[in-house]
C-alpha cells in the first residue's frame, strides 16, 4: 500500500505558469525524494530534503518540508511543455532503506 | 557515468513461466532496491539487496527471488507468473554508506504476461 499521497493528482496549466504539487506522508522520516515520471518509464531523481530542512531550491524547483505536517510540496516555476510529466514523492525511513512513494500528480503543460 | 542500467527493457511471457531482470547499479553505489509499478500508481517496493544478501523484503511472495553480484549488479527472478505480474520492474540503487543520499532509478522493464 502507499504511504502518502500527492495533491492533486491532476493538474494542467498553461507555459510560463508555476506548478504546485503537495505530499502527505504517515510516518516520521530522515529524508523525503521528489521524482519525475516520463510516459511510464523510469524515475528522474529531481530533489532531496533532509527532515532537518525546510525549503530546498534547485533551478526551477523549490520543495518545502513541514514535518510536523507531514507534508511536502514541490513548486516548478515559469513551466514548459518538457515539465509535462507524472511526479512523485519518496519517504525513506532513513537514508538507505526502502522508499515509500505516492500515487503521483500528473502534469500537463500546454504550449 | 552510465547510470543505472537495466535490461532488457521490453518483455512478454506467458502464465506460468519464469522471468529474470538485471540491473547494473551506479558507479560507485553498492546497494541496489528492486520496485514493481504497476500502471496508474506509484512504485511499490520488492526487496533490496546489499553485499549479496537480501537485506529487506517488501509484501511480495516469494515467487520474487533475486541475487546480487560480487560487482553490485543485480538479478530479479520472478516464478510462476501470473497476469497481475504485469508491471513496470524498476531498479534504484545507492550508496548504503552514506546517510540520506538519492537512490538513482533504471528506465525500467515493461513486463506484459500474457
Known amino acids: 500500500s502507499q504511504q502518502g499521497e500527492e495533491d492533486p493528482q491532476a493538474l494542467s496549466i498553461q507555459e510560463g505558469e508555476n506548478a504546485t504539487m503537495n505530499c502527505s506522508y504517515k510516518?516520521?522520516?530522515?529524508?523525503l525524494q521528489w521524482y519525475r515520471q516520463n510516459s511510464g518509464r523510469g524515475l528522474v531523481h529531481l530533489i532531496l530534503i533532509r527532515s532537518n530542512e525546510r525549503e530546498k531550491h534547485s533551478g526551477r524547483l523549490r520543495v518545502t518540508l513541514d514535518t510536523s505536517k507531514k507534508s511536502s510540496s514541490l513548486l516548478i516555476t515559469a513551466s514548459r511543455a518538457a515539465d509535462t510529466a507524472s511526479y512523485f514523492c519518496?519517504?525513506?525511513?532513513?537514508?538507505?532503506?526502502?522508499?515509500?512513494f505516492g500515487t503521483g500528480t500528473r502534469l500537463l503543460v500546454s504550449p | 557515468d552510465a547510470g543505472v542500467t537495466q535490461s532488457p527493457t521490453h518483455l512478454i511471457k506467458t502464465r506460468g513461466q519464469q522471468v529474470t531482470l538485471r540491473c547494473s547499479p551506479k558507479?560507485?553505489?553498492?546497494?541496489v532496491s528492486w520496485y514493481q509499478q504497476a500502471l496508474g500508481q506509484g512504485p511499490q517496493f520488492i526487496f533490496q539487496?546489499?553485499?549479496?544478501?537480501?537485506?529487506q523484503r517488501g509484501n511480495f511472495p516469494d515467487r520474487f527471488s533475486g541475487h546480487q553480484f560480487p560487482n553490485y549488479s543485480s538479478e530479479l527472478n520472478v516464478n510462476a507468473l501470473l497476469l497481475g505480474d504485469s508491471a513496470l520492474y524498476l531498479c534504484?540503487?545507492?550508496?548504503?554508506?552514506?546517510?540520506?543520499?538519492?537512490?538513482?532509478f533504471g528506465q525500467g522493464t515493461r513486463l506484459t504476461v500474457v
Open positions: 539487496y546489499y553485499e549479496e544478501e537480501e537485506r
Open positions: 558507479s560507485g553505489h553498492d546497494t
Open positions: 510516518t516520521s522520516i530522515n529524508n
Open positions: 519518496a519517504t525513506g525511513p532513513t537514508g538507505f532503506q526502502k522508499l515509500v
Open positions: 534504484a540503487s545507492s550508496n548504503r554508506g552514506r546517510m540520506n543520499t538519492e537512490a538513482f
